[in-house]
């Protein structure tokens, strides 16, 4: 950017800053010389020190300030574990609904229930209205402790779940082993959960309310050689059993062609529910582990084994996984079958419910596949986009994009939480203040179901250049939309030019820019990926040889290299890759090489099973993100009717070039 363009920037910015301050003014929320708010950082540096003094006087002297709660937010804070629930209630009665009364109810009720003090707890449950995981068990356990038994049906999945977890969810568990409502069924498929994770300590207590003695320095031996336990291993009590799902839990995390080699013989004299629980080990550890062991069919096979034997959700996701890589699909009905309820009805599974089923002969499934892909198909998300394929609709039909109206953004100015968002992103406040208060104005919005507040507080950020909130306030409209402001297009004729001198499909591009940096030009990841297009500095290395410059460091905060060094890198890794777009994709985020070490062995599959069997959560959701995105690019490109599967070609075997 020029420097006279940057200075006629600042001039904007200030003169709207102005604007906002007389808007906020007359609502009553902040003074007009914003003296007060620029003082937020002065206060955060005093919260950071401890100096609560300093505090007190910030309290003071912004109080009627648009960000004046934050000084008295950092006092209570800073003392959380001794401060009265009627202090915390106070705070949240003079902020209603706001983020950091919200926050600080659900800290504190953290905080008491790491003091097993539930009772002082339970005044500030209310307002607790948008809980984290850790918050949400917490709440939980002193839901429970205050009487209220049903609870513990909700939390089934913290019940059964062998990852790890927030501590207040692993209290939560242990305080549903206590409770009555917890059948014994409930407890061996906990125990035979944990058995199967190593977790010895864990397994040792749900044992005991099974009536059940485990030996610690039995499990250690059995650890030490599990193998060796297996063939000469008792069978007679449920005692024996336990120890037989410990040890071929043990082997299959470290050798599982061995547990699969061992599990028929382990499994032969046992009683049915047993032998698919020992099933389930290999089945489960075998479809959990595939980064390391890579697919097998036999895992399947023993899933498939293992059926009848309750699934908790992640098991029977694992399950459909296997299924879908294998093309497996009666065996997909069965998992999606064992779903919960809520489960089941996600879009991802009535998807691949309708797969399934119209992979069967009879009629009767066949409509069944196409009634679902119907009702899918009214949407415009990875799955529906899917599924208007699968009905022959081509997809051009993106709404005309709705402008708020002068009412829409005269309430915007008046609206205390996007003001708070607005006043910290001017002071320059820390990213995760600035989001937070951002992301909590857009979802009151989105409660109310205020689609014209919403497409203001987009279009506010869109003119600021301020995309990525832009965007996350844009996705959240229902029923009027703008994807000028969901789909945004900066530096349009870089990004195309950029693109097709590369010999890639610019709306592919972008919609893998939206993913990676949601616009913002000076992202920077944990592992050190930088700028709109997150290059890896080996990466940009890589890419400057091939191109015949010198790499230079600071050129990646460049926009016009950033993206020149991406769509060169993006058409590089899809050459290697069969030229597909989904394994340059993946290859992007993942690497290359694990991308291609996913493709089938033994015969093509279809894109969307290559992708929803993709081992790492983090490229599964990527891919399928970035494939959305580039269906919606090309339309706002005029690439005509688009269709997600086009961009999805067949995978091929990995050893085809």
Not at 13 to 36: C, D, I, R
Not at 56 to 82: H, K, R
Not at 293 to 310: K, T
Not at 351 to 367: H, N, T, V
């Amino acid at each position: 950017m020029t420097e006279g363009k940057h200075m006629f920037n600042q001039l904007i910015n200030k003169k709207y800053y102005k604007v906002l301050a007389l808007g906020l003014a007359s609502a009553g929320y902040v003074s007009v010389t914003h003296a007060a708010d620029e003082q937020f950082n002065d206060a955060l540096q005093a919260a950071n020190t401890g100096n609560i003094g300093l505090l007190q006087q910030f309290q003071t002297s912004m109080q009627n300030d648009v960000l004046g709660y934050y000084p008295e937010y950092w006092s209570l804070n800073a003392n959380l574990a001794i401060q009265s629930a009627s202090n915390i209630v106070n705070f949240a009665q003079r902020y209603p609904q706001s983020a950091m009364a919200e926050k600080l109810a659900a800290d504190y009720v953290e905080e008491k229930v790491k003091q097993a003090d539930f009772a002082t707890a339970q005044p500030v449950l209310q307002y607790v209205t948008n809980a984290d995981q850790a918050e949400s068990c917490a709440v939980a356990q002193v839901r429970a402790k205050s009487g209220d038994s049903l609870v513990f049906a909700e939390y089934k999945d913290v019940w059964l779940n062998t990852n790890s977890q927030p501590e207040p969810c692993m209290g939560l568990g242990r305080m549903m082993l206590s409770s009555p409502l917890m059948t014994e069924q409930d407890r061996q498929q906990r125990l035979w959960g944990q058995l199967r994770a190593g977790q010895s300590g864990q397994a040792l207590a749900t044992a005991q309310t099974l009536g059940m003695s485990l030996s610690l320095s039995q499990l250690n031996q059995i650890q030490a050689n599990p193998l060796n336990y297996l063939w000469s291993a008792p069978k007679a009590s449920a005692t024996d059993h336990a120890y037989l799902v410990f040890a071929l839990g043990r082997l299959a995390d470290s050798d599982l062609n061995s547990a699969i080699s061992s599990v028929q013989r382990t499994a032969q004299g046992t009683p049915v529910q047993v032998q698919k629980a020992l099933y389930r080990v290999v089945g489960y550890i075998g479809g959990t582990t595939v980064m390391k062991n890579n697919f097998n069919r036999e895992v399947l096979d023993y899933l498939d084994a293992s059926y009848g034997l309750p699934f908790s959700a992640e098991e029977a996701e694992i399950y459909a996984r296997q299924a879908i890589r294998f093309s497996s699909w009666e065996s997909l009905i069965r998992a999606i079958d064992a779903m919960s309820v809520s489960q089941k009805q996600e879009d991802r599974w009535q998807y691949w419910l309708a797969r399934a089923s119209e992979q069967r002969g009879d009629a009767s499934s066949k409509r069944t596949a196409q009634e679902i892909f119907k009702r899918l198909a009214q949407g415009d998300d990875y799955h529906n986009l899917l599924a208007k394929d699968h009905l022959g609709q081509s997809y051009n039909n993106i709404p005309n994009n709705v402008q708020p109206s002068n009412s829409d953004i005269q309430r915007l100015n008046q609206d205390i939480h996007f003001s708070r968002a607005f006043a910290l992103r001017r002071v320059n406040a820390p990213d995760n203040y600035i989001n937070r208060e951002w992301n909590w104005a857009v979802r009151q919005a989105y409660l109310k179901h205020d689609d014209g507040l919403l497409l203001a507080a987009a279009k506010r950020a869109t003119d600021m250049g301020w995309y990525d909130r832009a965007i996350y306030a844009a996705d959240r409209t229902e029923n009027k939309h703008n994807y000028a402001y969901r789909y945004a297009m900066p530096h349009q004729s870089y990004v195309v030019s950029h693109s097709r001198n590369a010999g890639i499909d610019p709306a592919w591009a972008y919609g893998l820019m939206r993913q990676e940096s949601r616009f913002v030009s000076n992202a920077r990841s944990h592992v050190g990926a930088g700028g709109l297009m997150q290059i890896m500095p080996d990466t940009a290395k890589l890419v400057a040889r091939q191109m015949g410059e010198t790499y230079n460091p600071a050129a990646l905060t460049d926009m016009n290299t950033n993206i020149r060094y991406g769509t060169f890198y993006l058409s590089m890794i899809q050459s290697q890759l069969s030229n597909s777009p989904v394994l340059a994709t993946a290859g992007y985020n993942a690497g290359p090489n694990r991308a291609r070490r996913w493709q089938p062995d033994v015969q093509p599959i279809a894109a969307d099973q290559y992708t929803e069997t993709i081992p790492l959560i983090e490229t599964r959701d990527y891919v399928k993100h970035v494939m959305t995105n580039a269906t919606h690019y090309g339309v706002l490109l005029g690439q005509g009717a688009q269709s997600i599967e086009k961009r999805m070609n067949i995978i091929p075997l990995k050893n085809n070039p």
